[in-house]
C-alpha cells in the first residue's frame, strides 16, 4: 500500500528566506502526488499535485514541487516566505484509486 | 459562498452517547468523503460515496455509517461514541471519483468525547 513521510513536523524559517518542506512516498505504482495546505481552524486547500507529465509542479501561492521518481521524493518549495505561509502542510499519495493517503504534516512557521 | 460546510463545527459529548455530523457541498459535485484527523494530525479517509456507491475503508469501526439524503449531503452517524472517537472530521467533495479530481474540504468538525 501507498504512504508518505513527512520529514520534520515542524520547519521555521525566517521571512524572505527558502521554504523547503519534505515528502517521501512508498508505491507500487506511478503515484499521484498531493500537497495541502491547512490554515488555522480551516479545512485542506490543495496547493498543487503531479499526476503524470511535467515533474515540476506549479502550484498556488508562489509553492512548487518536484517529482523525482529515483529518490522517491516530493518535496514543496517556495522561494521566498510570507507571513501568510504559516500553516499546516500535508502531502498525499494515491494510486489508481479513490484513496489518498496523508503524511502526519508539517507545521510551518514564519519568523518576521 | 461556502463550498463544503459542516455543522456543527465543535461537539462535545459523553461516552456511549449517538451523534452526527452534516456536511452539504452547493459545488454539484457527484462525489463526497469523510475524513478523520487524530490528534497527531493524521488524516484518514474513512468513507467515499459516488451515486449511491460507498466505500468504506476496512479500518473504520462499523459503528460509524454516513448517510446520504440527497447529492448534496453526506452526514456522518456515530453509535456509541468512545474516547478514541476524539478527533476532527473532515467532509470533502469532488466533481468525479478519482483522485485526478479536486477534493474541496469542509472546515472540519471537532468532536471530543468525554
Known amino acids: 500500500a501507498q504512504s508518505v513521510t513527512q520529514l520534520g513536523s515542524h520547519v521555521s524559517v525566517s521571512e524572505g528566506a527558502l521554504v523547503l518542506l519534505r515528502c517521501n512516498y512508498s508505491s507500487s505504482v506511478p503515484p499521484y502526488l498531493f500537497w495541502y495546505v491547512q490554515y488555522p481552524n480551516q479545512g485542506l486547500q490543495l496547493l498543487l499535485k503531479?499526476?503524470?507529465?511535467?515533474?515540476l509542479v506549479k502550484g498556488i501561492n508562489g509553492f512548487e514541487a518536484e517529482f523525482k521518481k529515483s529518490e522517491t521524493s516530493f518535496h514543496l518549495t517556495k522561494p521566498s516566505a510570507h507571513m501568510s505561509d504559516a500553516a499546516e502542510y500535508f502531502c498525499a499519495v494515491s494510486d489508481l484509486g479513490n484513496d489518498m493517503r496523508f503524511g502526519a504534516g508539517t507545521r510551518l512557521t514564519v519568523k518576521p | 459562498d461556502t463550498a463544503v460546510s459542516q455543522t456543527p463545527k465543535y461537539l462535545v459529548t459523553q461516552m456511549g452517547n449517538d451523534k452526527s455530523i452534516k456536511c452539504e457541498q452547493n459545488?454539484?459535485?457527484?462525489?463526497m468523503y469523510w475524513y478523520k484527523q487524530d490528534s497527531k494530525k493524521f488524516l484518514k479517509i474513512m468513507f467515499s460515496y459516488n451515486n449511491k456507491e460507498l466505500i468504506i475503508n476496512e479500518t473504520v469501526p462499523n459503528r460509524f455509517s454516513p448517510k446520504s439524503p440527497d447529492k448534496a449531503h453526506l452526514n456522518l452517524h456515530i453509535n456509541s461514541l468512545e474516547l478514541g472517537d476524539s478527533a476532527v472530521y473532515f467532509c470533502?467533495?469532488?466533481?468525479?471519483?478519482?483522485?485526478?479530481?479536486?477534493?474541496?474540504f469542509g472546515p472540519g468538525t471537532r468532536l471530543t468525547v468525554t
Open positions: 470533502a467533495s469532488s466533481e468525479g471519483t478519482g483522485v485526478t479530481y479536486e477534493q474541496y
Open positions: 459545488l454539484g459535485h457527484d462525489t
Open positions: 503531479y499526476t503524470t507529465g511535467a515533474t
